[in-house]
């Protein structure tokens, strides 16, 4: 059975209505290769994944629920072995409400950074990552 895990890729828009000032938060790791991804996490017994997201950003990011919009219509499912086991990973997508919130790193994460695509996808090591990076930018900029 696959490890399953559930978390929330973040945007902020430094300026409404312009793709260009649309800025993803990613939270760099404190173990291993020390890699950067969004908020995410183990689902918990008894949890739904949603719930299971939202609880992740909080322990991780400091960010409550209250604070982020969830976006309809995106959901991503990723699949990839991590130790030789099946991993599922869902991902929605989530507007912070203010560009300023503060991050509060849990000691899992050592850094984060607000990037722009481009810089983003160079953080993201992993190419389903990025292609998530991407995927997500393009479905925002179509809503507009």
């Given at each position: 059975?696959?490890?399953?895990?559930?978390?929330?890729?973040?945007?902020?828009?430094?300026?409404?209505?312009?793709?260009?000032?649309?800025?993803?938060?990613?939270?760099?790791?404190?173990?291993?290769?020390?890699?950067?991804?969004?908020?995410?996490?183990?689902?918990?017994?008894?949890?739904?994944?949603?719930?299971?997201?939202?609880?992740?950003?909080?322990?991780?990011?400091?960010?409550?629920?209250?604070?982020?919009?969830?976006?309809?219509?995106?959901?991503?499912?990723?699949?990839?072995?991590?130790?030789?086991?099946?991993?599922?990973?869902?991902?929605?997508?989530?507007?912070?409400?203010?560009?300023?919130?503060?991050?509060?790193?849990?000691?899992?994460?050592q850094?984060?950074?607000?990037?722009?695509?481009?810089?983003?996808?160079?953080?993201?090591?992993?190419e389903?990552?990025?292609?998530?990076?991407?995927?997500?930018?393009?479905?925002?900029?179509?809503?507009?």
């Amino acid at each position: 059975m696959a490890v399953r895990a559930c978390g929330l890729i973040i945007y902020r828009r430094l300026q409404s209505k312009v793709t260009d000032g649309i800025e993803y938060l990613l939270l760099q790791t404190s173990y291993g290769t020390h890699h950067w991804t969004p908020p995410k996490g183990h689902v918990d017994p008894g949890e739904d994944d949603l719930q299971t997201a939202f609880r992740e950003t909080q322990e991780e990011a400091g960010l409550e629920a209250s604070q982020l919009t969830l976006i309809e219509g995106y959901r991503k499912e990723l699949h990839y072995p991590v130790h030789g086991k099946p991993k599922t990973v869902i991902y929605w997508l989530a507007e912070i409400k203010d560009c300023n919130a503060e991050i509060k790193l849990s000691e899992e994460h050592q850094a984060f950074q607000w990037l722009k695509l481009e810089d983003a996808c160079k953080f993201a090591e992993y190419e389903d990552m990025q292609a998530t990076l991407k995927e997500v930018h393009q479905f925002l900029c179509s809503k507009e």
